[in-house]
């Protein structure tokens, strides 16, 4: 950890476009601050709510929990701006789940994926190509979202119903919980029936994906979740402990740890390689519905029928804070991804937003005209997305709280909302994105260092060489180096931010430059989009 004095150093950060290499702003920071403050300082000074904003340093994709220094980041330095547009799902009870663009000033509908029964859930691929669709009357599709066409149909394990679904992180494959105690396994492009979970005694409630997809994970109402080796189908652990009915298990993001939440009221953590089980936390005074990790895994939160949404730390076992929700009904709960907030929709017509260490209320977002039934944050944390049973799903600003869009058109309650990047998500889009934003820098960099060696050409150009020596940037064989290390090297877990004072958002020497939606799609068309 960094020294007092170092901790209190003040950032000056230009900010600048990945493409045309135009400085948009420039905002100050804290060293010892997340990359996701910073891009809340960057999003304060754009104001560009409705995309998706992706910093690049170093040939490399910032991760929201980062700290600044553990990034090298300096004092004067330049990191590089991506726009990408967002999608916004939304689903009601109806039949009919839509996919829309927040950016688009009308909200105008872009897709809708048609069940014959009405929805159970819904939820994007990784990387927001593809939506799968489950029903209540138990079968699931895998829609496209650019074409709006059925891929392919999920036929269940010997015409069991389908009660849950989930991508793989490559979104190639989709595991299902099914009744009859079977659990399955799909291609998620044709179909087609690759695996057969099977070992509980009842039913299966939720299955999900190890982060690196090597693992399956189960709940059970016979009150046990197990690991299943997805490439042949066989058991690799049983976790025993719980005494009810298993709602919910998620992975830990690195997938070394596990948390299941019960109908035992108690939560459960385990280690994934042994099946030992680390921590029971019993404290809620009835059952969970979920339980999850924080983005650096020195936390867990868990949501109970109680009314009560708790923050437990992992090194301890020891709750933390306790989080009331509205008329004593939890719907959902997450972190931000950067960790340092923690969503709450709740029997009201607001989702709040509080500080995962103090518990305080930051926000309240408000609009709708009946309780919300499903909220989530956008994959950079900046937009929350809510479902009402008002028939309306809501875009709100995480930072600033202001309503962004309202999708209406459903005839029915809408029970899952969602936002994702369009472009972005996965890891090998991820690595592509800093590949084409380092090329776009290199380039602009050739250009500028151009104008500065041929006054005339600069001239011509109508450019300064002064202005283009103001724009440092590392020699294309230096920048191609970092990349190479940067792709090849595993990445690196970041340390757990200490409670930090809000930033300091004022600018300095530029004034920011808003991008209209015309030049965002003809950037990611200059980025090989």
């Known amino acids: 950890m960094a020294a007092d004095g170092e901790q209190e150093e003040q950032l000056a950060i230009a900010v600048c476009?990945?493409?045309?290499?135009?400085?948009?702003?420039?905002?100050?920071?804290?060293?010892?601050?997340?990359?996701?403050?910073?891009?809340?300082?960057?999003?304060g000074e754009t104001g560009q709510d409705e995309l998706a904003l992706h910093l690049v340093f170093k040939s490399r994709v910032l991760e929201d929990e980062t700290i600044l220094t553990d990034v090298r980041l300096r004092d004067g330095d330049i990191v590089f701006l991506v726009r990408t547009p967002l999608l916004q799902l939304s689903a009601p009870r109806g039949g009919a789940a839509r996919i829309w663009r927040p950016q688009n000033g009308d909200a105008r509908k872009m897709m809708?994926?048609?069940?014959?029964?009405?929805?159970?859930?819904?939820?994007?691929?990784?990387?927001?190509?593809?939506?799968?669709?489950?029903?209540?009357?138990?079968?699931?599709?895998?829609?496209?979202?650019?074409?709006?066409?059925?891929?392919?149909?999920?036929?269940?394990?010997?015409?069991?119903?389908?009660?849950?679904?989930?991508?793989?992180?490559?979104?190639?494959?989709?595991?299902?919980?099914?009744?009859?105690?079977?659990?399955?396994?799909?291609?998620?492009?044709?179909?087609?029936c690759l695996q057969i979970l099977t070992g509980h005694g009842d039913d299966v409630k939720l299955a999900c994906f190890s982060p690196n997809d090597s693992l399956i994970a189960t709940a059970s109402r016979d009150w046990q979740a197990r690991l299943w080796d997805p490439s042949d189908g066989k058991c690799a652990q049983a976790l025993i402990g719980?005494?009810?009915?298993?709602?919910?298990?998620?992975?830990?993001?690195?997938g070394s740890w596990l948390v299941t939440a019960s109908m035992d009221c108690t939560a459960r953590v385990w280690d994934v390689a042994s099946g030992d089980c680390l921590r029971c936390l019993s404290e809620h005074r009835r059952p969970l519905h979920s339980a999850s990790f924080s983005p650096d895994e020195a936390s867990l939160l868990t949501a109970s029928f109680d009314g009560t949404v708790r923050i437990w730390k992992m090194a301890s076992g020891c709750c933390a804070l306790v989080l009331p929700a509205d008329s004593g009904v939890v719907a959902a709960a997450a972190f931000s991804p950067d960790g340092d907030s923690v969503l709450v929709a709740s029997g009201s017509e607001s989702v709040k937003l509080f500080g995962a260490t103090g518990g305080e209320c930051r926000r309240s977002l408000a609009g709708h005209s009946d309780w919300i039934r499903a909220a989530a944050f956008s994959p950079d944390g900046l937009l929350v997305a809510s479902a009402s049973y008002d028939g309306t799903a809501r875009v709100h600003s995480a930072v600033t709280g202001v309503c962004l869009q309202t999708l209406s058109g459903?005839?029915?309650?809408?029970?899952?909302?969602?936002?994702?990047?369009?472009?972005?998500?996965?890891?090998?889009?991820?690595?592509?994105?800093?590949?084409?934003?380092d090329v776009a820098a290199t380039d602009q960099a050739c250009k500028k260092a151009e104008l500065v060696a041929s006054p005339k050409k600069a001239a011509a150009t109508g450019a300064s060489p002064r202005d283009a020596a103001?724009?440092?940037?590392?020699?294309?064989?230096?920048?191609?180096?970092?990349?190479?290390?940067?792709?090849?090297?595993?990445?690196?877990?970041?340390?757990?931010?200490?409670?930090?004072?809000?930033?300091?958002?004022?600018?300095?020497?530029?004034?920011?430059?808003?991008?209209?939606?015309?030049?965002?799609?003809?950037?990611?068309?200059?980025?090989?989009?």
Do not use: M
């Open 410 to 437: 459903h005839a029915k309650d809408v029970i899952a909302g969602e936002t994702r990047a369009a472009f972005y998500h996965d890891g090998q889009s991820r690595a592509e994105l800093a590949r084409k934003a």
């Open 242 to 254: 719980h005494t009810d009915v298993v709602n919910s298990v998620v992975f830990s993001p690195t």
């Open 112 to 192: 809708v994926a048609q069940l014959d029964g009405r929805v159970r859930s819904a939820a994007f691929a990784p990387h927001g190509q593809t939506v799968l669709l489950v029903g209540v009357s138990g079968e699931a599709e895998v829609w496209g979202v650019e074409t709006g066409d059925l891929q392919c149909r999920l036929t269940p394990p010997n015409g069991a119903r389908i009660n849950s679904g989930s991508f793989s992180h490559d979104g190639g494959r989709v595991v299902g919980a099914a009744d009859g105690s079977k659990a399955a396994v799909w291609c998620a492009s044709t179909g087609a």
């Open 470 to 529: 103001s724009h440092p940037a590392a020699a294309p064989s230096t920048r191609s180096a970092a990349l190479a290390a940067a792709l090849a090297a595993p990445a690196a877990r970041p340390v757990p931010a200490p409670a930090r004072q809000p930033l300091c958002r004022r600018p300095l020497a530029a004034a920011p430059k808003r991008i209209s939606d015309a030049q965002v799609e003809a950037d990611l068309a200059d980025l090989g989009w």
């Open 17 to 43: 476009h990945a493409v045309s290499g135009d400085i948009l702003t420039r905002v100050r920071v804290r060293s010892d601050d997340t990359v996701g403050r910073l891009r809340e300082a960057v999003l």
